[in-house]
């Protein structure tokens, strides 16, 4: 499955962006869809993943409560809502996409067989 990653761009520490991750060609239905970022010398690191059968989410602890992943009806875009971004958050963010993932590994990389070309996000201080 092909991947777009969209949303990125410029916002000021404690604001909001919406990131979008959309499918061409196929839906999201069979797939589990996470959301990793890396930064700037970083090793890229989980942010979050939704199972689309039966809805299951998974979020990094250093996200919860700021961050909420959805989905659309059409099975084809996951979104990332991001809110009271912090300046450490600034990195690229993929999009991936894997079949069959139990929701306890929807953590690792590795589980997931297509990847979004990524979208940066920069926040300033």
């Known amino acids: 499955v092909q991947l777009q990653a969209s949303g990125g761009g410029v916002v000021q520490a404690g604001g909001s962006l919406r990131l979008s991750c959309t499918t061409s060609g196929r839906t999201f239905r069979t797939y589990a869809v996470a959301w990793f970022r890396q930064a700037p010398g970083k090793e890229r690191e989980f942010v979050s993943a939704?199972?689309?059968?039966?809805?299951?989410?998974l979020y990094a602890d250093s996200v919860k409560g700021r961050f909420t992943v959805s989905r659309d009806n059409a099975e084809n875009t996951v979104f990332l809502q991001m809110n009271n971004l912090k300046p450490e958050e600034t990195a690229v963010y993929y999009c991936?996409?894997?079949?069959?993932?139990?929701?306890?590994?929807?953590?690792?990389?590795?589980?997931?067989?297509?990847w979004g070309q990524g979208t940066l996000v920069t926040v300033s201080s």
């Open positions: 939704l199972r689309w059968s039966g809805g299951a989410t």
């Open positions: 991936a996409a894997g079949r069959g993932i139990i929701v306890s590994a929807m953590s690792s990389a590795n589980q997931y067989h297509s």
